[in-house]
């Protein structure tokens, strides 16, 4: 048992239902090899941004909540790519200004609007 143990040591297996017409053995393992980025996703979901199930009893609400949860993960994503920083990071930066200026790209007026200082 040893020896077989050390023969297979190192070597991985994937499974899976789909005929290799479908998929063929280098897709399977390319995509599993991404999966971490899945993984990253739900983390960043649920310790950055905070998202936590609801339960909701009608389709409605379930797809809105859904939608809400993946448009934040998408706009976090978003700010990491424009930023070159972590979302976690540019909360923490974010949370530092009192106040933030919007511009309106029709006028070209900049408005600024002044936050509300919270207690924490």
């Known amino acids: 048992m040893i020896e077989k143990t050390k023969k297979l040591l ?3 297996g994937y ?3 789909l005929e290799e017409t479908v998929a ?3 897709t399977i393992m390319e995509r599993y090899h991404e999966l971490y980025r899945i993984e990253q996703a739900f983390r960043i979901s649920k310790n950055d941004l905070q998202t936590r199930p609801i339960y909701h009893f009608k389709d409605q609400p379930i797809k809105l909540h859904i939608l809400i949860c993946f448009l934040a993960l998408v706009i976090s994503k978003h700010i990491e790519l424009k930023t070159g920083i972590s ?3 540019f ?3 974010a ?3 009192a106040d933030g200026e919007i ?3 029709i006028t070209e007026k900049i408005k600024t609007i002044k936050a509300h200082s919270t207690k924490k």
């Open 10 to 12: 190192g070597i991985k």
């Open 15 to 17: 499974y899976t239902n």
């Open 24 to 26: 063929s053995n280098k």
């Open 87 to 89: 979302i976690n990071r």
């Open 91 to 93: 909360i923490q930066e």
């Open 95 to 97: 949370k530092k200004n």
């Open 103 to 105: 511009m309106n790209h």
